[in-house]
């Protein structure tokens, strides 16, 4: 049996199909019992919890093979005093329901504690989560390619991809069906202490490239235009992010930028098999639906 927090999103929900498409047993954690029949009709149990509730999360814990935990993304208040709270209370559960194998999901560059702003969150929860279990597993996958569904609109408007990143500069990016299937994978592994692993797409993109693949997708130019740091935080604003999370958000493209959320030195690296092109014409066929 394999536990799955987060089903109902990215990463969670490609992480739990590709176990329950190899027959493996899974049990999803969901918040709400109107989300779990989605899960039981493919065949899976369905735990209707919260990681803030100690026992129910230990109990859907217990007895599994292995589990694959994440901090949800921040939407408001302090991400970093969230990410405390979430990694001490993953770990209690691990560790009360003596769970044997953990996958979490992490970042590149998150071996760092700070400088690389929303990303440190991630720093906070492998320290929590490390030498809990005989397994852990940290994996670090690179930058997200359906992030960029955030201005899939001004793309499609306009022609124009606004990007907060140099659109000539190559970075770490990967499919979120990429980091779900390599989860799944990194769950079925018997390997004893604590690692981390790095995900990176078939090569590294640059906001130019992924202005390319939209336009292959669309079948019409489209033009990547660098928003200066100057201006990010009054387009993070107008979008109603949070201050505390625009401000842990603009601390992550400032880590981009300079080079500092990269590869750990020595860690794993392994490669996903989704291209760009096919990562973007798959994100905008959910959006349109």
């Known amino acids: 049996m394999y536990v799955v927090i ?3 999103g990215r990463v969670g929900g490609h992480t739990a199909r590709a176990l329950i498409d190899i027959g493996a047993e899974v049990r999803v954690l969901v918040r709400r019992e109107e989300q779990a029949e989605q899960w039981r009709v493919r065949g899976a149990e369905a735990a209707v919890t919260t990681i803030e509730d100690h026992g129910g999360l230990v109990a859907a814990l217990r007895g599994a093979t292995g589990a694959f935990l994440l901090s949800p993304p921040p939407v408001s208040g302090d991400p970093y005093r969230r990410a405390e709270e979430i990694g001490s209370a993953l770990a209690a559960a691990v560790q009360a329901a003596a769970l044997p194998r953990v996958v979490a999901l992490s970042s590149i560059g998150a071996q760092h504690g700070s400088g690389t702003g929303v990303i440190a969150t991630l720093n906070t929860l492998e320290r ?3 030498a809990t279990a005989p397994s852990v597993t940290f994996l670090r996958p690179g930058y997200f390619v359906e992030t960029w569904s955030e201005v899939a609109e001004a793309v499609v408007k306009d022609g124009a991809l606004p990007s907060f990143l140099d659109p000539s500069q190559r970075i770490p990016m990967v499919s979120a069906a990429d980091v779900g299937r390599m989860a799944a994978r990194l769950l079925l592994e018997d390997v004893a202490g604590t690692r981390a692993v790095e995900l990176r797409g078939p090569e590294d993109w640059s906001a130019g490239d992924v ?3 939209f336009a292959r997708v669309l079948s019409r130019p489209v ?3 660098f928003v200066p740091a100057a201006d990010r935080p009054a387009v993070l604003q107008a979008s109603g992010v949070p201050t505390e999370v625009a401000d ?3 601390g992550m493209y400032d880590g981009l930028g300079s080079g500092r959320v990269e ?4 860690v794993e690296q392994r490669r996903g098999e989704v291209g760009l092109v096919d990562a973007i014409r ?7 639906h």
């Open 6 to 8: 987060g089903a109902n």
């Open 128 to 130: 929590h989560l490390a």
């Open 211 to 213: 202005a390319d693949a």
């Open 223 to 225: 033009q990547p235009v």
């Open 248 to 250: 842990a958000l603009l």
């Open 263 to 266: 590869r750990e030195q020595g």
């Open 282 to 288: 798959t994100m905008m066929t959910v959006q349109a």
